[in-house]
């Protein structure tokens, strides 16, 4: 996987490529070639691939991930301090914890705004169907993590266990042992 500081190397060698060419148009210039406006182009292009390698090693984009997270879906994000996730019904406390911690890494960026606050909250919810054609929504726990602080050691976790009851029960796995073979 490519990393911040690999594409700081590319970004240097990019650079240099881009300096020869301009170099090369300039004197494609000053001996009158035919092909120096193609040369402009190709220049000007490298120009180009070169900032964008630069703005990507700047940035760092790996994310961590947190061992026993399970999958979620971004249902509402106001794009500052309020997040909601939607999250299956058969999950446990302990993966939903994992869960929020992986939504709250996922979904931190340095460009929310803060609006006077100072966390940004995660909300957990599921769907339930008690009944055919009856949908309930159920929320389950959050998370409060700093708006400003990408490893933020404060962050606070919330679980809804009057919430997390309600939930059916999860469903064992079966060992290999227990299956009986089927004969054909």
């Known amino acids: 996987m490519f990393t911040p500081a690999s594409f700081f190397t590319y970004t240097q060698w990019s650079g240099i490529a881009t300096l020869a060419f301009a170099a090369l148009t300039l004197l494609s210039f000053l001996l009158g070639w035919g092909i120096r406006f193609r040369l402009v182009g190709a220049t000007g292009l490298l120009g180009v ?3 964008g390698l630069f703005g990507l ?10 061992p026993g997270a399970a999958r979620y879906s971004t249902v509402y994000d106001s794009g500052a301090t309020q997040v909601v996730i939607a999250v299956a ?30 966390q940004l909250t995660i909300r957990a919810r599921t769907v339930l169907h008690p009944e055919p054609g009856l949908s309930e929504p159920l929320y389950l726990g959050q998370v409060k993590r700093s708006l400003f602080d990408r490893e ?6 919330e679980l809804r266990p009057d919430s997390l009851a309600k939930l059916p029960p999860a469903e064992q796995p079966v060992a290999p042992s227990e299956i009986a073979p089927q004969n054909s």
Do not use: K, N, Y
């Open 57 to 66: 090693s700047v940035v760092p984009f790996s994310r961590a991930v947190v």
């Open 89 to 118: 019904p058969s999950i446990t406390a302990e993966r939903l914890e994992a869960t929020l911690r992986q939504a709250a890494s996922d979904l931190f960026s340095s460009g929310r705004l803060s609006r006077g606050e100072s």
């Open 152 to 157: 933020d050691a404060q962050m606070v976790i």
């Open 49 to 51: 691939l070169t900032a």
